[in-house]
T-cell receptor, first 116, second 111 residues
Framework: GAVVSQHPSWVICKSGTSVKIECRSLDFQATTMFWYRQFPKQSLMLMATSNEGSKATYEQGVEKDKFLINHASLTLSTLTVTSAHPEDSSFYIC????????????FGPGTRLTVL | SQKIEQNSEALNIQEGKTATLTCNYTNYSPAYLQWYRQDPGRGPVFLLLIRENEKEKRKERLKVTFDTTLKQSLFHITASQPADSATYLCALPYNTDKLIFGTGTRLQVFP
């Protein structure tokens, strides 16, 4: 149980284009989903927290107009990287949390974004 | 601000030995601490959670200790196997159960 999927697993795009990444909780309802970014040999850095049906809360230094997050249902959150640039190339990981278990996050497999 | 430190150098041990990884934190009194495993190109996988009132927790070949005085957690893998080779991350909660992660320690178990 508690499986989280991400799609796509990897994506390559041209600079200036937008990319959408999906995060789904497959067998539970996720009241909260988190989006992280991880650069090579670095730690996971939280970008934003999204609660179903409300606006996402972004961490300091993360541009909300560049990283659009939508959490329209209890099983799906999307992250759209708008006008992507090479410096946005990274490993993006989502996690999901149930209301009944606030101290446990279930992580997706990650999406490798490469911007040319 | 909160800071988490894990040994950034890789830990190389022989199969069958016990691996011990360290997580230190400062400026902080977390209610619990978590350990994750991360394989290359994959998301973290939850292993264990230990609460501030617990000194030790075990799960199969894994053992975690939590010393709130030293502000340190130790993560042990007994009878290590090559399949245990991965990066191990510790994570602490902040601001209503958000997580801050350490940089991880890479473990390599060789036959």
């Amino acid at each position: 149980g508690a499986v989280v999927s991400q799609h796509p697993s990897w994506v390559i795009c041209k600079s200036g284009t937008s990319v959408k990444i999906e995060c789904r909780s497959l067998d539970f309802q996720a009241t909260t989903m988190f989006w992280y970014r991880q650069f090579p040999k670095q730690s996971l850095m939280l970008m934003a927290t999204s609660n179903e049906g409300s606006k996402a809360t972004y961490e300091q230094g993360v541009e909300k107009d560049k990283f659009l997050i939508n959490h329209a249902s209890l099983t799906l959150s999307t992250l759209t990287v708008t006008s992507a640039h090479p410096e946005d190339s990274s490993f993006y990981i989502c996690s999901a949390r149930q209301l009944s278990s606030r101290d446990t996050q279930y992580f997706g497999p990650g999406t490798r974004l490469t911007v040319l | 601000s909160q800071k988490i430190e894990q040994n950034s150098e890789a830990l190389n041990i022989q199969e069958g030995k016990t691996a011990t990884l360290t997580c230190n934190y400062t400026n902080y009194s977390p209610a619990y601490l978590q350990w994750y495993r991360q394989d290359p190109g994959r998301g973290p996988v939850f292993l264990l959670l230990i609460r501030e009132n617990e000194k030790e927790k075990r799960k199969e070949r894994l053992k975690v200790t939590f010393d709130t005085t030293l502000k340190q957690s130790l993560f042990h893998i007994t009878a290590s196997q090559p399949a245990d080779s991965a990066t191990y991350l510790c994570a602490l909660p902040y601001n209503t159960d958000k997580l801050i992660f350490g940089t991880g320690t890479r473990l390599q178990v060789f036959p």
